[in-house]
């Protein structure tokens, strides 16, 4: 029985093999084919519009954009607080219409390279790193320049940021302001570090790490800081008025999670009456440092 069945299976593997390479084959040449294509085109588009992270990050996009008030309220708001004639400063300035020519400050200078608005009408064709290298060199303006408030909004990625905050803090004045947009990203992918990558659940709004530059000077003990809930949290650095005792806890690795979870905490997230409030209480009862 037993060299029966040994016998009949030999005889018939060559046969089930084939078969199975014909099915195979078909699959390959089925995978290829055009309607298969357009089905798998269809199914995946509609897995995508039905899917649940998909979903929550569409409604969070849509709830921080109806968010008031936005980046230029809050910075004209500050500037008018200080009472003097002012001097402003812009890093990353893409459609001058979009806030920088809205701002209403004495003096105003432009930083750019041009990466995204072709037009590019600024004062500096330059990323930041150039432009306060060469006002380091005193090549353009003057060394001893300094600004009433820098809003930071150029490439979003915390090296950078990192590294325009220590450059602006060298030229902002003791009781200005620095100002950054795009702390508070609502998903994971808004703060992906793909500019160009698009086709994620952010759709195209990005806020990329900027998040992470601003939590690590949230640590830092020479400056108060806290963020605006509203246009996708405008951070504010200042090295006078109290607007945000620093943090105390261990986080070295700033991951988005952790950063999800304690967002009210670690940004010193508030809203922009109790900001005002701050502000003017600090600015008009001369109660600061
Ligand atoms: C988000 S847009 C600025 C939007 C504008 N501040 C507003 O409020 O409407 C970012 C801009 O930063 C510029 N940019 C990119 N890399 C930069 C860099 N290294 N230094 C300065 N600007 C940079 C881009 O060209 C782009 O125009």
Same mark, same amino acid.
């Given at each position: ?27 390959? =040449? ?34 921080? =954009? ?38 209403? $400050? ?121 963020? =605006? ?13 109290? =607007? ?35 502000? $003017? ?9």
């Amino acid at each position: 029985m037993f060299i029966e069945y040994n016998i009949l299976r030999d005889a018939t593997t060559p046969y089930t093999g084939r078969c199975e390479q014909f099915k195979l084959n078909m699959k390959e =040449i089925l995978k290829k084919s055009y309607l298969y294509k357009v089905v798998k085109y269809y199914s995946s588009g509609k897995k995508l519009l039905t899917n649940s992270t998909y979903i929550d990050a569409k409604s969070k996009s849509e709830i921080e =954009i109806q968010k008031k008030p936005n980046r230029t309220e809050v910075i004209n708001f500050l500037l008018s607080q200080l009472n003097r004639e002012t001097n402003y400063l812009e890093i990353g300035v893409r459609n001058p219409e979009d806030n920088y020519s809205k701002i209403k $400050s004495k003096t105003k200078y432009s930083v750019d390279p041009g990466i995204e608005f072709e037009a590019n009408p600024v004062d500096f064709k330059m990323t930041s790193d150039e432009f306060f290298s060469n006002l380091d060199q005193n090549k353009i303006l003057s060394v001893d320049i300094k600004f009433d408030l820098i809003f930071i909004d150029g490439l979003h990625l915390a090296e950078q940021v990192d590294k325009d905050i220590l450059n602006a803090l060298k030229y902002v004045n003791e009781d200005g302001f620095i100002v950054l947009h795009d702390c508070n990203p609502p998903t994971e992918w808004h703060s992906r570090e793909d500019y160009y990558f698009k086709s994620t659940p952010a759709g195209g709004h990005w806020n990329g790490t900027t998040w992470k530059a601003f939590l690590k000077w949230r640590f830092d003990d020479s400056v108060e800081s806290c963020c =605006i809930d509203t246009d996708w949290g405008v951070g504010v650095i200042s090295k006078k008025y109290p =607007i945000g005792k620093r943090l105390h806890l261990q986080n070295l690795f700033f991951e988005y999670k952790t950063f999800d979870k304690n967002r009210t905490e670690l940004l010193n997230l508030m809203t922009f009456d109790n900001f005002k409030e701050i502000i $003017s209480e600090t600015i008009h009862n001369n109660s600061y440092k």
